[in-house]
């Protein structure tokens, strides 16, 4: 569409109007009045024609509308306002004409001509006197209706352009008189209602103006695509059981605001692919979709957001259209589609040593996800401390006995998940056994036996961790010949002077008793370990 251009006939009536309008201040003769009649029924049937173009242009604009509203919405909007705007002047302009041809008498069935249509009272007592307000009120409908009409226009270079345009504007009298003086005042009655059908004709050609120039702004640059592919894009085809696939069809479209239709579902027989294995879009006159059992999934911002529960493992394959509404009212659709892999949640978590934690202990342990790297992984203990070294594995630390749990977690698609848990027992060290230079606990032994003896050692039998314990102190006691009994207490492991000195002296008869060994393992935690004894029955 092009803005709008007066026809040659419109141009004749205008230049016909402002001829009579001079001949009027010379004289009102019946012939005169007669033309202004012919002029008023020549401009009426003018109107109608623009009405009835306003109308095919506004049904076209709404027929776009409705096809891509996103783009067009603004610009129809205005255009809407606009209607209005030159409907209230049109009806304002209406109401004044049928008033003045009722005080005029009416319209003559037999001539078509207003009965008083030489009155020059009527035009001047309704728009001139009493200050003129009435006609001051329809001035300044006539400037407002202009200026709101000029402000629908977004672009100001439309604005410029219009506002040279547009018809609906006031000739103001080059004398001191009022505009509502020089146009109404001791004017016959035809001429008056000559004169607001001329505004009538101008408001509608300033809608027109108006209207076209807003749906120009929308359409004029708008340009064809003669090919349009759908395409799928998935974040990930590797999807966990329990989760939802999800992905984006998106299509190229000649307008980026039109929202398709996106479908999911079998294809029918329509769906042919090109000799490259492309699929090959399809025309229609109706909507009825190229699938059986069709689903239609969630648009947002011409994507779809497709979300497939992952429900059951394996391979999964989809497809679908998108379906898209051309300007011409037809209908096309463009097939598309894709598969993704559901895999069962797992984890591995090992211990290196066995399904057993110790408390003071490092309890080495390795976790894994299948399908994800360790980055992405990561493990949190429900008692104690996880420590990650450099090669990727955990040591766990523990403090109490019972039990724990080992959760992994997996960074999917931007977010954590649980992919497994593991439970251990967490137990303490077994309390090692009191030896005597690793002798263990005898009721007879010779005095050469045990004379070269060091200490007490204290070891840990058939356990699988290296474990080692401190001795801090113990008591030893020596039971003479004579029966009497001599104790020494004992610091650390080693024997002080006085019971190396027992030891070194002696004799068959005697014995000597090791008790209260108070040792010290890993869990840095003292402990009272089993006695010894050792009765000397020969030298």
Excluded at 219 to 229: A, G, L, N
């Amino acid at each position: 569409m092009s803005n709008v251009r007066l026809t040659p006939r419109q141009k004749m009536i205008n230049m016909l109007y402002l001829v009579l309008t001079a001949i009027l201040a010379l004289n009102v003769s019946n012939e005169v009045l007669d033309a202004f009649k012919n002029v008023n029924d020549s401009i009426s049937s003018s109107n109608s024609s623009v009405k009835q173009k306003n109308e095919n242009t506004f049904s076209d604009f709404a027929r776009q509308f409705s096809i891509d509203s996103a783009k067009a919405k603004d610009a129809f909007m205005r255009a809407g306002k606009a209607r209005v705007l030159s409907q209230q002047l049109y009806n304002s302009l209406e109401a004044y004409k049928q008033l003045m041809i009722t005080d005029a008498g009416g319209i003559n069935s037999e001539t078509g001509k207003i009965v008083r249509d030489d009155n020059i009272d009527i035009p001047t007592r309704l728009f001139v006197e009493r200050n003129g307000e009435r006609g001051k009120e329809l001035r300044q409908k006539i400037i407002a209706t202009r200026q709101q009409l000029l402000q629908l226009l977004p672009d100001s270079a439309e604005r410029k352009i219009a506002a040279e345009a547009l018809a609906l504007k006031l000739e103001e009298p080059r004398n001191a008189r009022s505009w509502e003086f020089a146009t109404f005042n001791h004017v016959p009655v035809v001429a008056a209602v000559t004169t607001l059908t001329k505004y009538q004709n101008d408001v509608l050609n300033a809608e027109a103006h108006i209207v076209e120039s807003l749906y120009n702004s929308v359409y004029k640059e708008s340009e064809k695509v003669d090919r349009m592919m759908a395409m799928v894009n998935a974040p990930s085809s590797f999807v966990l059981q329990g989760e939802a696939y999800k992905a984006e069809v998106i299509v190229a479209a000649s307008s980026s605001s039109l929202e398709p239709e996106v479908f999911i579902g079998p294809f029918t027989p329509e769906i042919r692919k090109d000799r490259y294995g492309t699929y090959i879009p399809i025309i229609s006159d109706n909507e009825n979709l190229p699938l059986i059992n069709a689903t239609k999934i969630a648009t947002e911002g011409g994507l779809g957001k497709l979300n497939i529960g992952a429900t059951t493992t394996g391979n999964k394959k989809y497809t679908g259209v998108v379906r898209v509404k051309s300007a011409d009212g037809k209908y096309k659709f463009y097939p598309f589609a894709g598969e993704y892999q559901v895999a069962p949640k797992t984890a591995v978590v090992s211990p290196k040593m066995m399904n057993v934690m110790y408390v003071g202990l490092d309890n080495y342990i390795d976790v894994s996800v299948p399908g994800f790297s360790q980055t992405d992984v990561t493990a949190s203990i429900s008692s104690g401390v996880l420590e990650r070294n450099s090669e990727g594995a955990y040591n766990a630390i523990v403090t109490e006995t019972g039990r724990t749990k080992v959760t992994v977690k997996a960074r999917v698609n931007g977010r954590e998940m649980i992919m497994g848990e593991q439970e251990f027992r967490v137990k303490m060290i077994p309390n090692p056994t009191a030896t005597v230079d690793g002798l263990q606990s005898g009721i007879n032994c010779g005095a050469s036996f045990i004379k070269p003896r060091r200490g007490i050692v204290a070891k840990v039998e058939g356990f699988d961790y290296p474990v080692q314990f401190k001795v801090l102190s113990f008591t030893a006691t020596l039971r003479q010949k004579d029966g009497n009994i001599v104790k020494k207490d004992n610091e650390g492991p080693e024997f002080n002077a006085t019971v190396k000195s027992w030891l070194t002296n002696i004799q068959k008869g005697e014995a000597v008793f090791f008790d209260d060994i108070i040792v010290m393992g890993p869990d840095k935690k003292r402990r009272k370990i089993n006695a010894l004894a050792f009765n000397v029955v020969m030298n």
